[in-house]
C-alpha cells in the first residue's frame, strides 16, 4: 500500500475533531441542524487552519442519511462515497490551474443536473483568489442564484483578491491561527496513534514552527519521523531533523554581537554550517528570536505568550538588560533583509558572514539606529569596567554621569545605617549567588537606599526590572536570605527610579563632619 502523508491521513473527518475553530465550526453545525443552509460560503484564512478539511465535513454533512447532532455519520454511503473521493456530489477545483472563463463555463452547466445521489452537489473551490476578473464575473448570476440544490464554498489565503460583488454574495467565515496549545494537544493524539514517543518540548517546537497552522506541524511531525523511525523524538532530534538549532546558540550569536567580537560570532555560523545546519532557517530563527526579546522588553511578555521554556524566558530577560530596543530594531532590519537576498543567492555563507559583522560593528554604518548601538556597546562596556578592575565582586554601581548631567548627590547616613550598608555592599555579590537565578536576575542594575526603622529600599532601574522582582517574589527572598546569613531583620521595599534620578553616594555623616563638608542628611 502507497505511503500516505500524516496530514492527510490525520485530516479530521467529523467536526468535533477540527482544533482551534470553535466559532466557525458551531456556526455550520446549527445552520445544519436548524436546515438553513446557504448557498455560498467564503473560507478565509492562512494556510493549514482547516478550511478544506471544514468544507469536506460540511459537504458529507448536507448529505449524510443518518446525521448525528449536525455531524456525518461516517458509516452511510453517501459518507463513505465523499469520503473515498468518488462521490459526484461533491467536486473540488484547484482554482491556481482552473481560473479561466472556460472552466467556469463547465460548471454553469453542470449545475443544471440535479444530483444522481444524495440531496446537495457540492462546489469546493481552493485558492479561489486566483480565479480571474472575468471568469468570476462569468459565475456572478449562478453564485448569487444557484439551484436550490448546489452549494458554493469558496477557500482562500487572501481574501483581499476576490471581487467585492463575489463577497456580497456569500457568508464569509475567517478561521484563525491555531494556538500552540491546541496544535500540541493534536500532535499529541497523532504521536501515540503513530506509535512514536515525543517529548513535550519537541511537540512544543514543532508548534511554534508551524506559526498557526496545523498542516505545517502534522508535516513537520511528519518529516522527524521519516528521519527517526519509531525511535524516540527528543527536541535535539527535532532540531537535527528540520535543519534547524537550538536557541543556546541563537542566544550566543546575540550577545556575540553585543559584545562587539565578530570573530565569535562567526566561529557559531562556521559551527552550524558544519553541522548541517540550513544558513536561511538559521537566519529566520535569528530573526523569530530577536522579536520575542523585544515583545519581552517593551510589553513584559510572560513565557507563555512567547511559547517557549522557563530557562529560555530567564535567559532572554537577562539579555534585556544588555540591550536597547531600537538596537535589537537594527538587527531586526539587517537580518530580515540578509534573508530576502539569501534566498536567490549562489552562497549563502558569505552573505551571512557580511551581516554578522556589520551588526558587530555598528560603525560601519551611518545611520541613526547604527549611532544608537554605537552608544549601547560603548556603554556596556564602561559598566563592564568596574567588574574587570574589581578584586571582588561588589554591589551594582552607576557609571559616571554624562558631560553635561548633574553629579551624583552625597547623603549622609547615621553609623547603624552606615554599618547595615556596608554589610550589604561588602557581601553582595554572594547574598545574589545564595539567591535562585530568577530572583537575582532583576537585582543587577538596582541600587540600595537605606531608610529609617531598619528599611532597605531597592531602586530599580526601570519598570520591567520592578516587575520581574515582583513576579518572582526577590524582595522577601533577599530579606530571608539576609537574615539567615547575617542575622539582621531589614525590611526590602522596592520602586522604579525616576526618569533623571541619580544613583546617590552614601557617606557616613561622622566622616563627612570632620572635614566640614557641607550636606544632605537623610531623615
Known amino acids: ?97 482552473n481560473n479561466g472563463v472556460d472552466n467556469i463555463r463547465e460548471i454553469r452547466e453542470e449545475v443544471q ?38 452549494i458554493f464554498i469558496l477557500a482562500t489565503t487572501e481574501p483581499h483578491k476576490i471581487l467585492p460583488t463575489v463577497l456580497s454574495r456569500c457568508q464569509r467565515y475567517d478561521f484563525r ?82 559584545m562587539d567580537e565578530p570573530s565569535r560570532a562567526l566561529s557559531l555560523v562556521e559551527e552550524v554550517r558544519n553541522a548541517g545546519g540550513d544558513l536561511g532557517q538559521f537566519v529566520q530563527d535569528f530573526i523569530w528570536y530577536l522579536r520575542n526579546l523585544l515583545l519581552l522588553m517593551s510589553a513584559d511578555a510572560s513565557k507563555d505568550l512567547l511559547e517557549m521554556s522557563e530557562n529560555d524566558w530567564l535567559r532572554m530577560a537577562e539579555e534585556a538588560r544588555m540591550t536597547e530596543p531600537e538596537e535589537l530594531m537594527r538587527y531586526i532590519r539587517l537580518f530580515s533583509s540578509l534573508y530576502n537576498d539569501m534566498r536567490n543567492a549562489a552562497d549563502k555563507r558569505v552573505l551571512l558572514e557580511v551581516a554578522v559583522i556589520r551588526a558587530s560593528r555598528p560603525a560601519m554604518d551611518a545611520d541613526l539606529s547604527a549611532l544608537t548601538s554605537r ?76 531608610r529609617e526603622g531598619g528599611v532597605m529600599e531597592l531602586v530599580f532601574k526601570d519598570s520591567f526590572s520592578r516587575n520581574m522582582a515582583e513576579k518572582f517574589g526577590t524582595l522577601d527572598q533577599l530579606q530571608k536570605a539576609v537574615a539567615a546569613k547575617y542575622g539582621k531583620s531589614f525590611r526590602f521595599d522596592g520602586r522604579t527610579a525616576g526618569t533623571k534620578e541619580i544613583q546617590p553616594t552614601f557617606v557616613s555623616d561622622s566622616e563627612l563632619e570632620a572635614i566640614r563638608m557641607p550636606i544632605d542628611t537623610e531623615e
Open 1 to 97: 500500500m502507497a505511503y500516505i502523508a500524516l496530514y492527510r491521513k490525520w485530516r479530521p473527518s467529523r467536526f468535533d475533531e477540527v482544533r482551534g475553530q470553535d466559532a466557525v465550526v458551531a456556526t455550520l453545525k446549527n445552520q445544519i441542524i436548524g436546515d438553513r443552509i446557504g448557498h455560498a460560503y467564503l473560507f478565509c484564512g492562512s494556510r493549514g487552519t482547516g478550511k478544506t478539511s471544514v468544507a469536506k465535513i460540511f459537504a458529507r454533512a448536507v448529505n449524510c442519511e443518518n446525521l448525528q447532532d449536525g455531524e456525518p455519520c461516517g458509516c452511510c454511503a453517501m459518507c463513505r462515497a465523499i469520503e473515498a473521493g468518488s462521490s459526484t456530489n461533491v467536486i473540488e477545483i484547484d482554482a491556481a490551474s
Open 113 to 150: 443536473y440535479r444530483p444522481a445521489e444524495g440531496k446537495y452537489r457540492v462546489y469546493i473551490i481552493d485558492e479561489a483568489h486566483a480565479i480571474t476578473a472575468a471568469a468570476f464575473n462569468a459565475l456572478l448570476k449562478t453564485l448569487e442564484e444557484p439551484p436550490s440544490y448546489v
Open 177 to 258: 491561527r491555531i494556538t500552540a496549545e491546541d496544535i500540541i494537544a493534536r500532535l499529541r493524539e497523532l504521536s501515540a496513534g503513530e506509535g512514536v514517543e515525543a517529548e513535550e518540548t519537541a511537540l512544543s517546537y514543532l508548534a511554534r514552527k508551524a506559526d498557526g497552522g496545523m498542516r505545517d506541524a502534522i508535516s513537520l511531525f511528519d518529516q522527524c519521523v521519516s528521519t527517526y523511525g519509531k525511535e524516540k523524538l527528543t527536541y535535539e532530534k527535532a532540531l537535527s531533523a528540520l535543519g534547524t538549532v537550538d536557541s543556546d546558540i541563537l542566544s550566543d550569536l546575540l550577545r556575540a554581537l553585543l
Open 375 to 450: 552608544m549601547a556597546a560603548l556603554e556596556r562596556k564602561v559598566a563592564a569596567l568596574p567588574a574587570q578592575m574589581a578584586q571582588t565582586p561588589a554591589a551594582p554601581v552607576s557609571p559616571p554621569a554624562p558631560a553635561g548631567k548633574k553629579a551624583a548627590p552625597e547623603v549622609a547616613l547615621a553609623p547603624a545605617q552606615w554599618e547595615d550598608l556596608k554589610l550589604l555592599e561588602e557581601n553582595w555579590a554572594g547574598i545574589l549567588r545564595g539567591l535562585p537565578h530568577q530572583a537575582s536576575i532583576p537585582l543587577k542594575d538596582a541600587w540600595i537606599a537605606p
